[in-house]
């Protein structure tokens, strides 16, 4: 899946070209206005590719001010699956995702923080909710409800 949780109106069509430009097909999505945040739009819809299509959205995505947005990919039988979200004053987040969904952290990514927690430098509730992705998730939720009902459109690479 692919949203847009906020756009000004003059990203949209640069997003649609960026995305297009990486599924290799026109992306024309119903674009509604984002009640959360004044002047901003939002969209979403399914999409087929390659495996590491996500990876080359958010790339062609990141560092877009004024823009939110999350595309995940699914896992497939020999591919992990995974996940992206970007905000401006995050950044981007990413996700390796497990075949029911889960994310997967890694082990080094998991010894770092519990070494970070025990020098006092952090918390590891707070480690372990960044490797989460939780602060992204906070920033979206707002965004994400005032999406529910909206409609979604399904992509299809021809291949």
Known sequence: MFYVHSA?????P????????VLGVPVNPDWTPQPAQSGTYR????WTGNVGSAAEMASALRGWNHLRFEVTEEPTSSTEGARFSYTPDLGVFHAVMGLHGDIMIPE????????????G????????D???GKPWDDE???FRHAGEGAPVRW????V
Do not use: M, Y
């Open 140 to 142: 979206l939720e707002t």
């Open 43 to 46: 969209c979403e819809f399914s």
């Open 130 to 132: 960044k490797l989460l």
């Open 8 to 12: 000004p109106s003059a990203l949209c």
């Open 121 to 128: 430098e952090v918390t590891l509730e707070n480690e372990i």
């Open 14 to 21: 640069h997003i649609e070209w960026a995305v297009g430009g």
């Open 155 to 158: 992509l299809h690479q021809v």
């Open 108 to 119: 080094d990514r998991l010894k770092a923080s519990v070494v970070r927690a025990a020098l």
